[in-house]
């Protein structure tokens, strides 16, 4: 199954969602955090947004934090579906 | 383009309720009308068959007497499963008339979030799986269609497959679904549609705040070459520009004495 990240409640019910999909992009290793129209792209390297826009401060700072709580999980997650493109292949962890 | 949500007239306050503001709900008693009247290019979003039925039953001969008209402005979405006969006539009649299943299509009031973006082009509204020709065809928020083998849909390192017989899509365009197996849009589109990656490159270039992209923009608008840099070689013109190295100040004053600007102003483009 492709990786969702569970949120608490109040970010699911805004419509937030956090996936790692099947195929992306794949180089930085990242998730991507999406909601309706707008899709951010947040590296598990260097745990901050890839992306000039759209712009990163549009992300709650909770989401955020929630995403740090969990990179064991979601590096875990990535490494899995990428084994060829590890996020510690760089030694950046 | 404007859109228009063709609708029951029953159900238009029940849409009012759930759908994105700037959408206009005409129910099917006044289409004809409204399409006809309408002088800017239109697109007519309606789901399922029933409500075309019944636009179809109302109109008399007035309506195709003006086909022609309509040919030049007037769009349909239609979100349901046609035959081959009543996908000729809508063909034939609109414009353009852009079917998807209901099962390959985003929910309405997603695909009228799309459709409404002033980036539609980025998003995805419908497709289809062939499995003749092992391709998905996608049709894109621009309506424009594009072709993608199946065979990029590889098995990921955990060893999920796509299931090719349970095509769906998500979010509000940005993801393809196969079963449990998920495609990033906006990755497929990079690989295979030339505009799309074109127009990504273009608005990134836009916003790139570098002195190198500062360059290249100047060295555009004034309609120059890599090579017009007399005492600088062109590739390390092309090596500042995508920002693989930093020039020194002598090269950037040799650089705007070429482009007739000050050194200090090149930042500011």
Redesign the interface.
């Known amino acids: 199954m492709p990786y969702e990240l569970a949120l608490p409640g109040v970010y699911k019910g805004q419509g937030w969602k956090v996936k790692i999909r099947k195929k992306e992009r794949v180089e930085p290793p990242h998730v991507s955090v999406i909601k309706k129209l707008q899709t951010w792209r947040w590296g598990l390297r260097e745990q901050a947004f890839l992306d000039e826009e759209p712009p990163g401060k549009l992300v709650p700072m909770e989401l955020i934090k929630h995403l740090q709580e969990n990179l064991e999980i979601l590096i875990t997650e990535w490494d899995q579906k990428y084994p060829y493109n590890p996020v510690n292949s760089k030694g950046k962890r | 383009m404007k859109t228009f949500l063709l609708a029951e007239n029953n159900k238009i306050a029940g849409f009012q309720a759930t759908l994105p503001k700037k959408t206009k709900i005409v129910g099917w008693k006044d289409f004809a009308q409204s399409a006809i009247r309408t002088r800017d290019e239109s697109l007519w979003v309606t789901e399922g068959l029933k409500t075309l039925r019944s636009v179809f039953d109302s109109l008399d001969e007035t309506f195709f007497k003006q086909q022609n008209e309509l040919r030049k402005r007037v769009k349909l979405c239609l979100i349901a499963e046609v035959s081959i006969e009543g996908r000729r006539s809508l063909e034939a009649l609109f414009k353009d008339a852009i079917i998807i299943s209901q099962e390959s299509s985003l929910p309405i009031e997603q695909l009228l979030?799309?459709l409404n973006?002033k980036?539609a082009y980025r998003?995805v509204i419908g497709g289809q799986v062939d499995q003749m020709t092992h391709t998905l065809t996608l049709i894109r928020g621009d309506l424009n269609a594009i072709v993608i083998p199946l065979s990029?849909?590889?098995t990921?390192?955990?060893s999920?497959e796509?299931d090719f017989t349970n095509f769906s899509i998500d979010?509000?365009?940005?993801?393809l679904k196969f079963g449990?197996?998920?495609?990033?849009v906006?990755?497929?589109l990079?690989e295979f549609d030339p505009f799309y990656r074109k127009t990504r490159k273009a608005?990134?270039a836009k916003?790139d705040k570098s002195i190198g992209a500062s360059i290249r923009r100047l060295r555009l608008q004034k309609g120059l070459r890599q090579t017009d840099f007399p005492e600088i070689d062109p590739r390390e013109i092309g090596r500042i520009e995508r920002g693989e190295v930093i020039p020194r100040k002598k090269t950037i004053e040799k650089i705007a004495n070429t482009l007739n600007i000050n050194s200090t102003e090149i930042r500011t483009y």
């Open positions: 979030e799309v973006s980036n998003y990029t849909f590889k990921s390192g955990d999920i796509p979010d509000y365009g940005q993801t449990g197996y998920e495609a990033s906006d990755a497929v990079y608005e990134l916003k």
